[in-house]
């Protein structure tokens, strides 16, 4: 394994690459935003098959030695990518984008196709007006008095109450965490990420979004992607299956994959299936 610093315009990020970099690696964006790598770690096992690179972005998890973010927006993000590739020295990458790393990823695609041999879309954040919809339709199936807890919150802002918390707590245990719940790697991410970074670019917490991306959508523009995509989720997703094959139906080249025990990180709850999936869609293209 690899690792070192890059310095980009939105600050100082690290990278960890595992296997020599002697063709297109499989770089992969975390989420959040403002979260960390650490989550993604089940990808590495992809090495074999072709150089795995994670990173952190600036101003969370390895990254924080150089202070804060300095460029809170989404040319920050594109940038800071653009910036690895060129420390990387290579001249283009099979991107994996989890959750908010979706949106950077489809962003970056679209401004350098040509830097780009393959997307992956994992449980992503690329229509924040359908995200919301989605997340009312799923607090909708909680119980009533949790509903009317969370409902009033995103109405008036009040959200830091006790009683706000305990609901929300709900509602990311069915379709944040499920069986990762607990789980070391995602609680380590926690603990390191960049609270400011989340706050400004998506808000109070994953049902109420209220910053900068708050009126995003990438759909409209998904159907210039032309390299081979592929979109996945969990079952139980925040981030749909519906969602996703609607994504997918988007993308000529594409195809889309609900694992069936997940919630919002099947890289941790189904690891093996996660990866036989990207092994299947890297293959032909790793040779």
Same mark, same amino acid.
């Given at each position: =394994?690899?690792?070192?610093?890059?310095?980009?315009?939105?600050?100082?990020?690290?990278?960890?690459?595992?296997?020599?970099? !002697?063709?297109?690696?499989?770089?992969?964006?975390?989420?959040?935003?403002?979260?960390? @790598?650490? /989550?993604?770690?089940?990808?590495?096992?992809?090495?074999? &098959?072709?150089?795995?690179?994670?990173?952190?972005?600036? %101003?969370? $998890?390895?990254?924080?030695? *150089? %202070?804060?973010?300095?460029?809170?927006?989404?040319?920050?993000?594109?940038?800071?990518?653009?910036?690895?590739?060129?420390?990387?020295? +290579?001249?283009?990458?099979?991107?994996?984008?989890?959750?908010?790393? $979706?949106?950077?990823?489809?962003?970056?695609?679209?401004? /350098?196709?040509?830097?780009?041999?393959? *997307?992956?879309?994992?449980?992503?954040?690329?229509?924040?007006?359908?995200?919301?919809?989605?997340?009312?339709?799923?607090?909708?199936?909680?119980?009533?008095?949790?509903? =009317?807890?969370?409902? #009033?919150?995103?109405?008036?802002?009040?959200?830091?109450?006790?009683?706000? %918390?305990?609901?929300? !707590?709900?509602?990311?245990?069915?379709?944040?965490?499920?069986?990762?719940?607990?789980?070391?790697?995602?609680?380590?991410?926690?603990?390191?990420?960049?609270?400011?970074?989340? #706050?400004?670019?998506?808000?109070?917490?994953? &049902?109420?979004?209220?910053?900068?991306?708050?009126?995003?959508?990438?759909?409209?523009?998904?159907?210039?992607?032309?390299?081979?995509?592929?979109?996945?989720? %969990?079952?139980?997703?925040?981030?749909?299956?519906?969602?996703?094959?609607?994504?997918?139906?988007?993308?000529?080249?594409?195809?889309?994959? +609900?694992?069936?025990? @997940?919630?919002?990180?099947? !890289?941790?709850?189904?690891?093996?299936?996660?990866?036989?999936? =990207?092994?299947?869609?890297?293959?032909?293209?790793?040779?």
């Amino acid at each position: =394994m690899n690792t070192g610093y890059v310095t980009s315009i939105a600050g100082e990020l690290f990278y960890e690459a595992h296997g020599a970099l !002697q063709k297109a690696p499989l770089v992969c964006v975390h989420g959040g935003p403002g979260f960390t @790598s650490y /989550y993604l770690e089940a990808l590495r096992d992809l090495s074999d &098959l072709l150089p795995v690179v994670l990173y952190d972005q600036a %101003g969370c $998890g390895r990254a924080r030695r *150089a %202070g804060g973010r300095k460029l809170v927006t989404i040319e920050g993000f594109v940038s800071e990518l653009e910036a690895l590739r060129i420390a990387l020295n +290579v001249e283009a990458m099979h991107l994996y984008g989890h959750s908010f790393g $979706g949106l950077v990823i489809g962003e970056y695609a679209l401004r /350098y196709p040509e830097r780009v041999k393959s *997307a992956t879309f994992a449980s992503v954040s690329i229509d924040i007006p359908r995200w919301r919809a989605d997340g009312e339709r799923l607090l909708g199936k909680l119980p009533m008095l949790q509903k =009317m807890i969370l409902r #009033e919150g995103a109405r008036t802002g009040a959200t830091n109450s006790m009683e706000y %918390g305990n609901a929300l !707590q709900s509602y990311y245990e069915r379709h944040v965490y499920g069986d990762a719940l607990g789980n070391e790697l995602l609680e380590r991410a926690a603990r390191e990420s960049d609270a400011r970074t989340y #706050e400004v670019v998506w808000g109070a917490n994953e &049902l109420y979004v209220n910053g900068l991306v708050r009126d995003y959508s990438l759909s409209p523009r998904l159907h210039e992607l032309r390299c081979p995509t592929l979109f996945t989720c %969990g079952r139980y997703d925040e981030a749909t299956p519906e969602a996703h094959e609607y994504f997918s139906e988007r993308v000529s080249n594409s195809r889309c994959v +609900v694992f069936e025990k @997940s919630a919002h990180h099947p !890289q941790i709850s189904e690891p093996q299936a996660v990866l036989d999936v =990207m092994r299947e869609f890297l293959g032909p293209m790793a040779l």
